[in-house]
């Protein structure tokens, strides 16, 4: 099977910045979409950012300019690098592939755990 892992989560101050990280590992043949979720306390989980296979990204309208989502395709692994937050940036973020697996080629959804992001003012 397939297993993904966040990291670089934490606390920091409105303004500051970080780099969340997504690895995927296990029977993996390819890797097609990598995105980034967020969900807040109370809220619906929400499309943070989008990495096509061919490198094509798109954002939410509230991280535009601020985030940049990218992907080293030989690490299995997908970034989130996060500048100028805001305490509205507040949240659980899941990243989410779509795997091919060694196993027939199957194609899979997968998410990772989750990693707390938490922004103060």
């Known amino acids: 099977q397939v297993q993904l892992v966040e990291s670089g989560g934490g606390l920091v101050q409105a303004g500051g910045s970080l780099r969340l990280s997504c690895t995927a590992s296990g029977s993996i043949f390819s890797i097609n979409g990598m995105d980034w979720y967020r969900q807040a306390p109370g809220k619906q989980r929400e499309l943070v950012a989008a990495?096509?296979?061919?490198?094509?990204?798109s954002y939410a309208d509230s991280v535009k300019g601020r985030f940049t989502i990218s992907r080293d395709n030989a690490k299995n692994t997908v970034y989130l690098q996060m500048n100028s937050l805001k305490p509205e940036d507040t949240a659980v973020y899941y990243c989410?592939?779509?795997?091919?697996?060694?196993?027939?080629?199957?194609?899979?959804?997968?998410w990772g755990p989750g990693t707390q992001v938490t922004v103060s003012s």
């Open positions: 989410k592939m779509v795997v091919a697996t060694t196993f027939r080629l199957a194609v899979g959804i997968y």
């Open positions: 990495v096509t296979s061919g490198g094509t990204t």
